[in-house]
């Protein structure tokens, strides 16, 4: 995965997580099979619909901080976390999701 994100053209999502926590996410325990793919029904309807929106603009990328930071990892959110502020800024624009 590249991360040089400034010139791959993406949008990111920035989403509330709300009280309802199970949904799927960047583990340790699943990281290399998310690599291979994912189906949308797994997704929740934010995602599927964040998708649906970046497709339709044009773009092919989307950035999910769930699903591109390993959730249960303290090391990688430490080191990603600190590029989220470029990630945000970078990318073309942010879809909010402030309710779900």
Known sequence: ISKDFKNLGYVALSHCWG???NFL?????NQHSLRLGVSTAELTKT????IHTVA???YSFL???SLC???DSKEDWK???ATMCDIYKNSSFTIVA???
Do not use: H, N, P, V
């Not at 995602?47 to 964040?50: H, L, S, T």
């Open 98 to 100: 402030s309710a779900a």
């Open 63 to 65: 950035w999910i901080d």
């Open 79 to 81: 080191r990603e976390s």
């Open 19 to 21: 009280k309802d926590t």
């Open 56 to 58: 339709s603009l044009g």
């Open 47 to 50: 995602f599927r619909q964040a």
């Open 25 to 29: 996410k960047l583990t340790l325990e």
């Open 69 to 71: 930071i390993i959730q």
